[in-house]
T-cell receptor, first 117, second 117 residues
């Protein structure tokens, strides 16, 4: 079974600054996907960024980028130029690329990020 | 973009009654939908995988007789909480994997808050 660990229950950052959220995972699989989801106060889950494990290049989406270290099983999220609207709970998630657990997401505990003006 | 709706968005019921929650994919079809449960300020836990035209598969520890899932069409899955008790109070979220979508793609509904008195 896969596990996802987010060791930072809460983080805060000043507007316009950069913050990094940590995530580690444990799996015996070689092919998988990793995700960061954002859950604002509305509780709607929003995909922030995804990474395919077979790709060495780190994914980027505008102000969001990841540092994917496959050997270390680490998948951190960097938010640049933080905005007030980034305030939310952030979840790291794992999905196996095949097999019986295909499509199932395993989530970390979440990190509450607060952006201060 | 792909939209998933849930109905109702919130519901209050008396202990011992049953509650049905609907999950609909509005602009795409999905053979597979997922049901998650989230307690306040906690992570999402996968409850079951809903498969169109076949029985749902439940995660370990989830009572299939208590949480009835029906995936009657390619755009609708329902979760019925039978004989609800206060400990069933939670936030229930569904997600849908679109037919023809990429392997790791799924879209989340806005969630349903269930309160059992």
């Amino acid at each position: 079974a896969q596990t996802v660990t987010q060791s930072q229950p809460e983080m805060s950052v000043q507007e316009a600054e950069t913050v990094t959220l940590s995530c580690t995972y444990d799996t015996s699989e070689n092919n998988y996907y990793l995700f960061w989801y954002k859950q604002p106060p509305s509780r709607q889950m929003i995909l922030v960024i995804r990474q395919e494990a077979y790709k060495q290049q780190n994914a980027t989406e505008n102000r969001f980028s990841v540092n994917f270290q496959k050997a270390a099983k680490s998948f951190s999220l960097k938010i640049s130029d933080s905005q007030l609207g980034d305030t939310a709970m952030y979840f790291c998630a794992f999905m196996n690329a095949g097999g019986t657990s295909y499509g199932k997401l395993t989530f970390g505990q979440g990190t509450i990020l607060t952006v201060h003006p | 973009g792909a939209v998933v709706s849930q109905h109702p968005s919130w519901v209050i019921c008396k202990s011992g009654t049953s509650v049905k929650i609907e999950c609909r994919s509005l602009d795409f079809q999905a053979t597979t939908m997922f049901w998650y449960r989230q307690f306040p300020k906690q992570s999402l836990m996968l409850m079951a995988t809903s498969n169109e035209g076949s029985k749902a598969t439940y995660e370990q520890g989830v009572e299939k007789d208590k949480f009835l899932i029906n995936h009657a069409s390619l755009t609708l899955s329902t979760l019925t909480v039978t004989s609800a008790h206060p400990e069933d109070s939670s936030f229930y979220i569904c997600s849908a994997h679109p037919i023809g979508g990429s392997d790791n793609e799924q879209f989340f509904g806005p969630g349903t808050r269930l309160t059992v008195l």
